[in-house]
């Protein structure tokens, strides 16, 4: 039988290691933690768990430290996990057909919870999905300093492992992030990958035209396929384009995207914003958009909730559904209002819980 062990990089994570150990254990014959400097208990916590703990001076390369965890395991698999990552869903018995083929590797599905600033003002909890290479067979390691990717050709294949991710709640990683992407970049100029990174990073921090200048020259520079992240750098950097009223390049790319994006709910989601802050700014040049803002949310329910996209979630739910329900009651028709709230509301979603209370006052 193939042997799997967890092999994790930590530093000062006693708030969430407990958490992640106690609910990923189960799937691992072995736990291999390398602590990079830690002055809390994160160490006795994982000795606590039966981990075999290392240390490893940090010298700020992801790649390095991770390769140094991998090399403590003496597992025929590795599953690569972070101590903010808590599974939900899934469990050995799952894997073991996939751990027969070490001619893969393994992307477990991730939920990751960020902050998002309502119409009001208000910040709530939202959530976007990713699927991240994770599970990897003896002798495979990592390159980059930041943003480490699976050092490998073997192709990638969806694992039924889903795990909640609160990391991008926690401050001050971005700007520790930033420093070391444009590290990279002095090296790597033209690389899509940490120019998406860094205009990420970026719009994480609110430094929102600084963010599409690295935005723009990830779009000039990503391959058209191939790559897992191009579809998200576009749609992210049509949100940012948005938060600097640059309206003509936005409207650019999507009608140069329609045809590539035409199956994600989140490039639909982001294109009915636009074309409604763009009418909004300058009614006069942009009218002949507004039929397309009905059009682009009710697209997005037309495709649904699709994990794979790795989009936020909602966007082709309950967001979208709101959305049109605030384009309705802005309309003047309250009866498609009520039904699209009502759709909204289904889920739970707060700001359609509270638009339908006050059509009722």
Not at 131 to 147: A, D, E, F, N, V
Not at 148 to 164: G, M, S
Not at 265 to 283: E, K, N, P
Request: contains cysteine; charged residues 25%; glycine residues 8%.
């Amino acid at each position: 039988m193939n042997t799997l062990a967890i092999v994790m990089i930590v530093k000062n994570e006693e708030k969430s290691l407990s958490r992640c150990l106690k609910q990923a254990a189960g799937l691992a014959d072995k736990i291999y933690i390398t602590d990079t400097g830690s002055t809390d208990r994160t160490r006795e916590i994982a000795a606590a768990y039966g981990a075999v703990v290392t240390e490893y001076v940090w010298n700020q390369d992801f790649a390095a430290a991770r390769n140094f965890a991998l090399a403590q395991s003496d597992c025929d698999w590795n599953l690569v996990l972070d101590a903010d990552e808590y599974l939900i869903k899934g469990n050995r018995k799952e894997l073991e057909e996939f751990l027969r083929h070490p001619d893969r590797i393994g992307a477990i599905d991730r939920k990751d919870f960020y902050l998002e600033k309502l119409p009001d003002g208000r910040e709530e909890r939202a959530y976007a999905y990713s699927y991240t290479s994770r599970l990897l067979p003896k002798g495979i390691g990592y390159t980059g300093r930041i943003h480490e990717q699976v050092n490998t050709n073997l192709p990638v294949f969806p694992i039924p492992l889903l795990f909640e991710h609160d990391g991008y709640l926690r401050p001050g990683k971005a700007e520790r992030n930033l420093s070391i992407l444009l590290e990279e970049l002095k090296e790597n100029p033209s690389d899509s990958y940490f120019l998406y990174q860094t205009a990420e990073t970026l719009r994480g921090l609110k430094r929102y035209k600084e963010a599409c200048v690295y935005y723009r020259d990830f779009y000039r520079h990503v391959p058209e396929k191939g790559t897992g992240y191009r579809a998200s750098g576009i749609i992210n950097y049509l949100y940012t384009l948005i938060e600097i009223q640059d309206w003509d390049t936005a409207l650019g790319i999507v009608q140069k995207e329609e045809g590539s994006l035409e199956t994600y709910a989140d490039f639909h989601f982001v294109s009915g914003i636009l074309f409604m802050r763009a009418i909004l700014a300058d009614t006069g040049k942009y009218v002949s958009y507004l039929p397309r803002i009905e059009q682009s949310y009710l697209k997005c329910l037309e495709i649904g909730e699709v994990p794979a996209n790795q989009g936020v979630g909602g966007t082709g739910s309950f967001r979208a559904a709101y959305n049109l329900g605030t384009w309705y009651e802005v309309a003047g028709d309250p009866v498609k209002a009520r039904e699209y709230y009502q759709k909204a509301a289904r889920e739970n979603y707060r700001p359609a819980l509270e638009r339908l209370a006050l059509l009722k006052k």
